[in-house]
Every structure is written in C-alpha cells, then in structure tokens.
T-cell receptor, first 113, second 115 residues
Framework: KAGVTQTPRYLIKTRGQQVTLSCSPI?????VSWYQQTPGQGLQFLFE???????NKGNFPGRFSGRQFSNSRSEMNVSTLELGDSALYLC????????????FGQGTRLTVV | AQTVTQSQPEMSVQEAETVTLSCTYD???????LFWYKQPPSRQMILVIR??????QNATENRFSVNFQKAAKSFSLKISDSQLGDAAMYFC????????????FGKGTRLHILP
C-alpha cells in the first residue's frame, strides 16, 4: 500500500511569490493534516481537512490556505511568501477523524529567498 | 491548552545499550492518545509507538516500550538494544480524542548511537 506522497520534495521561491504544495494521502484515508516544521518553532499544526471540509485551523495568518478534493488529495497554498515561511511542510493522513494514528509524508522543503 | 515537553534536546547511547527518552505533557482531558514518532535524516516521520490514555498497561513494540504515568503526566520511551538505525530525532506527541485531530508535538530529542 502506497504511503503519503508529497510533491514537490524541494522548492525554492522568492519573497512575495506564492506556492502550492500537494499531498496525496494513503488510499482510503479521508483526513489530511498539514504541519510546518522549523528549527525554532518545531512542528506546528496548520490545518486539517476531512471530506473536503476544513475542520481545524492552527494559528497561522490568512496567507496560508488549503483545500481538499473529492479524492482526498489536499493542497496547501502560501501567498505573498516571506523569508520566515522557509520550512519543512509535512502532510499527515488518517483513516478518519478521531482515529488515533496519523501517517506522514516525507515533506516538502520550502526555501524562500 | 495542551503542551508537550521534552527536556532532553540531545542524547547519546552506546550501540546495544538501553536509553530512555523523557516526555511530560499537560492536559485537562482524561481521554487522549500519546505517541512517539521518529524522524530520521530522510525526514519521514515514522510512528514508533502509541499509548491510549485509558489503558493502564504500557505499550510495547519490539525493542521499544513506554513508561506511561497518567497521574504524573509522564510518557517516556525506552529503547533496548540500541542499533545504529535508531539514530534520529524523536518526538513525543499528544492527540485529543474528543476535541480535534491536531497532534501536538514536543520539541524533539536528537538521539545519537555510538558504535
């Protein structure tokens, strides 16, 4: 069974640009969550989608947004990139909300220059 | 708000020895899950072990076991017979059953295995 797939693996963007990251969950999983990982702040929750609906959102500015498609694939978008947005963005999928185990992808390393 | 604290930023252990990573958490909830995730240099976050708060018995997965002390809000990970492949960043994490599905992570402990 294929794991969680995140694309692209690496990305370099310029300040002010926007970026879209993609996450394909494990087949059959309906919940997708996004996390930002930085050396200073550690792992921080961005948002969670279930059945195409955003159910939870972390404490991030409105420049960070996401969506989920009917096949459970999810995208997150960051607009007006700032240097501080440089991070590893991790996607996690779960079978359904309330189910305890989350499986993570390998992440997208975003560098903003 | 729930918090997870890992007080050991780095640890080292000799190959084949046993090491214990510490984790404490704070919550007012009675029903939750606790996890240890491993993140090797490949960046893939791998679930090592999980513990349901309602279970008194400590979880065990091969060489990995936990010491779950609910009253003390402590959740340590013991790695027996340490192997070179165990070298990684280890994150303690908390997930509420009732409230929402976000996972709250500690800052991590980097584990070095000495040959």
């Amino acid at each position: 069974k294929a794991g969680v797939t995140q694309t692209p693996r690496y990305l370099i963007k310029t300040r002010g640009q926007q970026v879209t990251l993609s996450c394909s969950p494990i087949s059959g999983h309906r919940s997708v969550s996004w996390y930002q990982q930085t050396p200073g702040q550690g792992l921080q929750f961005l948002f969670e989608y279930f059945s195409e609906t955003q159910r939870n959102k972390g404490n991030f500015p409105g420049r960070f947004s996401g969506r989920q498609f009917s096949n459970s694939r999810s995208e997150m978008n960051v607009s007006t990139l700032e240097l501080g947005d440089s991070a590893l963005y991790l996607c996690a999928s779960s079978l359904a909300t309330g189910i305890q185990e989350a499986f993570f992808g390998q992440g997208t390393r975003l560098t903003v220059v | 708000a729930q918090t997870v604290t890992q007080s050991q930023p780095e640890m080292s252990v000799q190959e084949a020895e046993t090491v214990t990573l510490s984790c404490t958490y704070d919550t007012s909830e009675s029903d939750y899950y606790l996890f240890w995730y491993k993140q090797p240099p490949s960046r893939q976050m791998i679930l090592v072990i999980r513990q349901e708060a309602y279970k008194q018995q400590n979880a065990t997965e091969n060489r990995f076991s936990v010491n779950f002390q609910k009253a003390a809000k402590s959740f340590s990970l013991k790695i027996s017979d340490s192997q070179l492949g165990d070298a990684a960043m280890y994150f303690c994490a908390y997930r509420s059953v009732a409230r929402d599905d976000k996972i709250i992570f500690g800052k991590g402990t980097r584990l070095h295995i000495l040959p």
